[in-house]
């Protein structure tokens, strides 16, 4: 049964469908990407799931249970770590965490505990009592990761976290959500990064203009590309006569100094290393474009993913 649900879910605001009819199911302890460019609705999605903004129309299911904002056990299944961040700034990571845990009606000992385990989570445990005005980008957004956690959510929506963060900050906040899914909570998380989309994410959602496009694993969704491959060399590694001999692979164009071959969907990759090898080509000479969500993106939308 799917742990988060999204029936038919429409959200207009005055001339903007942000949520066009989108349909969604997510599976329990899923690393979930909600992958798509800027203003194609993903925060809005999130908000609704949160409770923040009311749908126009449509259905969320939590758990098998209908949304309703005003059930507080209800909102306690999901944790939302949203793009914008919010924190006191002037005040410590524990504070900070404290203030957030007694809102969600912690106290005493569950609230130490819980506290010290969402520190723990992202890696902030030695920086307890720093304030947060010192922190940087990175560990802002693993504090507004941590503050999501404190009410112990079985469902973590996190809201295009890396946004803006150093590379090394990235990879921190890459492994605390991949030590909340080994926990076994579900994670759906926002990006317009296909790289991270591809690491990160058992299933992706692919998502244009309030809309589900396609759903399913990084590879699943991979294989509906078409099977045109696009190889290419510099002309000059080639003599006339094995430029003449490439065709049999496919059509070959030359644009500059580069030599393209655009192969059929029968072309067979083995065969091609094969004659490289019988002519005594170095197959590092011969670069092959791989399948990407980004292509596959282009290819649904007609858009690119970082328009
Ligand atoms: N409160 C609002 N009032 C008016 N328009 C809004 C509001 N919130 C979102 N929108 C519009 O709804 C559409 C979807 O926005 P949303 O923030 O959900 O997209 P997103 O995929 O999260 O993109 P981003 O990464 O830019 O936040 C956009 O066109 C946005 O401008």
């Known amino acids: 049964m799917s742990i988060l649900l999204a ?23 899923v690393f979930f990407g909600l992958l798509g460019p ?9 908000s609704v799931v949160t409770g923040f903004l009311t749908a126009d129309s449509g259905n969320i299911q939590i758990d098998g249970e209908t949304l309703d904002p005003s059930n507080s056990q209800q909102n306690r299944l999901v944790g939302f770590a949203p793009q914008n961040i919010a924190l006191y700034k002037e005040l410590s990571a524990e504070k900070n965490l404290q203030i957030f845990g007694k809102l969600f009606g912690l106290k005493g000992k569950e609230l130490s505990r819980q506290i010290d385990y969402a520190l723990e989570v992202a890696q902030l445990t030695d920086r307890r009592k720093s304030s947060v005005k010192a922190f940087s980008g990175g560990m802002k957004r693993r504090l507004n990761i941590a503050v999501a956690l404190m009410h112990k959510p079985k469902i973590l929506l996190c809201d295009e976290p890396t946004v803006g963060v150093d590379p090394q900050s990235r990879n921190a906040i890459f492994d605390t959500l991949l030590g909340l899914k080994s926990e076994g909570m579900t994670i759906v998380y926002s990006t317009h990064y296909m790289e991270e989309a591809e690491r990160l994410c058992d299933e992706i959602g692919i998502i244009d203009a309030g809309k589900i496009l396609r759903c399913g694993s990084p590879d699943s969704l991979l ?18 006569e094995q430029r003449e001999a490439i065709e049999q692979f496919g059509e070959v164009m030359e644009q500059g100094a580069a030599l393209q071959l655009k192969t059929p969907p029968e072309f067979k990759l083995s065969r091609f290393y094969q004659w490289t090898e019988e002519q005594g080509l170095d197959a590092s000479e011969f670069q092959m474009e791989q399948p990407s969500l980004e292509a596959l993106f282009l290819n649904l939308t007609g858009k690119d993913l970082r328009e």
């Open 7 to 29: 029936q038919n879910l429409s959200k207009r605001f005055g001339s903007i469908q942000a949520l066009d009819q989108l349909e969604l199911a997510i599976d329990k302890g």
């Open 38 to 46: 800027n203003g194609a609705g993903k925060s809005t999605f999130m």
């Open 223 to 240: 294989r509906e590309l078409p099977r045109t491959n696009l190889i290419t060399a510099r002309a000059s590694s080639l003599s006339p």
